[in-house]
Antibody, heavy 121, light 105 residues
């Protein structure tokens, strides 16, 4: 059974940093690209970032480019999101999501339950 | 950037109704479109991919159609478990979601 478990969320002041983690199990992690998607409270879904199976191809939404860094450790079956220079508008539930391929254009076939990031002074 | 626009934003329906949700893309995305269902406090669940392919385990009352810029999600006979918010998502160029359609009683 595919499982994605996010952690690392919390309350952080504007301008500070936070690192999210996603622990994957139930599938061969290094066969698939992985993504982060967020959802502000009461709002819709926003794609944040994605990384190919081998970390060669990385993409970011314009809203986080230059502030967020996605990475993965295939030996640990883990995905990460380093978030710097956080803003109030980054407040959201952050989901880790799997796609059904190693790289390229895919939909999200599995999602974690999310970790909440609140940016406030 | 490709914009995705769903209509309606809210839909009131009854059990047994046929329900249709529309999603329009700001430019052609071929068939690179997915539909998700989200219930309160839960992660989104994949229903349809490549515009019309039903994800394994999803009831056959759900169907998707369209290509290019206009797409629809149809629920043939609404069931109590189907009251939720539905999102379309393009994956032709990066990834963009529609704003969601809430299906309520």
């Amino acid at each position: 059974e595919v499982q994605l478990v996010e952690s690392g969320g919390g309350l952080v002041q504007p301008g500070r940093s936070l690192r999210l983690s996603c622990a994957a199990s139930g599938f061969t992690f290094d066969d698939y690209a992985m993504h982060w998607v967020r959802q502000a409270p009461g709002k819709g879904l926003e794609w944040v970032s994605g990384i190919s199976w081998n970390s060669v191809s990385i993409q970011y939404a314009d809203s986080v480019k230059g502030r967020f860094t996605i990475s993965r450790d295939n030996a640990k079956n883990s995905l990460y999101l380093q978030m710097n220079s956080l803003r109030a508008e980054d407040t959201a539930l952050y989901y880790c999501a799997k796609v059904p391929g190693p790289v390229g254009l895919y939909y999200f076939d599995y999602w974690g339950q999310g970790t909440l990031v609140t940016v406030s002074s | 950037d490709i914009q995705m626009t769903q209509s309606p934003s809210t839909l009131s329906a009854s059990v047994g109704d046929r329900v249709t949700i529309t999603c329009r893309a700001s430019q052609s995305i071929s068939s690179w479109l997915a539909w998700y269902q989200q219930k309160p406090g839960k992660a989104p669940k994949l229903l349809i991919y490549k515009a019309s392919s039903l994800e394994s385990g999803v009831p056959s009352r759900f169907s998707g159609s369209g290509s290019g810029t206009e797409f629809t999600l149809t629920i043939s006979s609404l069931q109590p478990d189907d009251f939720a918010t539905y999102y379309c998502q393009q994956y032709n160029n990066y990834r963009t979601f529609g704003q969601g359609t809430k299906v309520e009683i």
